[in-house]
């Protein structure tokens, strides 16, 4: 029996993880403390199964995997071997992960999570189906952009332009032929730089009013900007 102790336990579980999370957006926006901010991600990744919530638990991972990349860019940029290490503190013990094996792991976790995604938290006139559909494309969708960006710093080309591809192919297919209100919805919750609200109803963005904010949020403008960079740089 689930009782009003255990719901505001549980209320106050998930605004605490979320007002983690913000933390870590904020540090990675301000391009400091990163490895705090790695930190606090893999903490909330360790957490996210007994969340069940999947926007949260996206978001996390599309967040760690920018913060990896990042770090990533930089190892690619000098010819240190410890820079292409994260050292995680687990169980009063210092390891060392290679970056590239963090960022594959991170993968694999979204692809299992996309296979039953669910809009719970999703609000919006179409149909439940539909949302969730939508979320899965667009989930898969971005981190097609993402794998394309792990190959870009990893030096695989021909990998990149293979995952830009089937990105392209998810777009123009799938995620198009929806209502652009419901894409930018969608999108706007799975933007791992938005902060989050504390609902415990799930995992919401703050809503803005702000029309700015929406127009620097485009799917086209990182589709674009891979691509052109790919065709720059090949």
Do not use: G, W
């Not at 127009?215 to 900007?225: C, G, P, T, V, Y």
């Amino acid at each position: 029996m689930i009782t009003s102790k255990d719901t505001d336990t549980d209320t106050n579980e998930f605004q605490n993880h979320c007002l983690l999370f913000n933390i870590a957006s904020l540090y990675f926006q301000q391009k400091k403390e990163l490895h705090k901010t790695i930190q606090i991600l893999l903490f909330l990744q360790n957490k996210l199964q007994t969340l069940n919530d999947d926007l949260f638990t996206v978001k996390v991972c599309f967040l760690l995997l920018e913060v990896l990349l990042l770090l990533r860019v930089v190892a690619s940029k000098s010819n240190d071997s410890d820079l292409k290490v994260v050292e995680i503190e687990k169980e009063q013990q210092i390891r060392q992960i290679p970056i590239d094996h963090l960022m594959n792991a991170v993968v694999k976790d979204v692809v299992v999570l996309t296979a039953s995604f669910s809009s719970s938290s999703f609000s919006s006139d179409a149909t439940h189906s539909t949302l969730s559909m939508l979320m899965k494309q667009l989930a898969t969708f971005l981190l097609y952009l993402y794998k394309c960006r792990m190959c870009v710093v990893t030096d695989t080309p021909k990998q990149a332009k293979k995952e830009i591809k089937n990105a392209l192919e998810i777009f123009q297919r799938e995620i198009r032929k929806h209502p652009e209100e419901n894409v930018m919805h969608a999108y706007m919750c799975l933007h791992n730089l938005l902060p989050l609200s504390l609902s415990p109803s799930a995992c919401n963005v703050i809503a803005f009013s702000d029309s700015a904010n929406h127009q620097q949020i485009s799917i086209m403008d990182r589709l674009n900007q891979m691509a052109l960079y790919l065709k720059v740089r090949h």
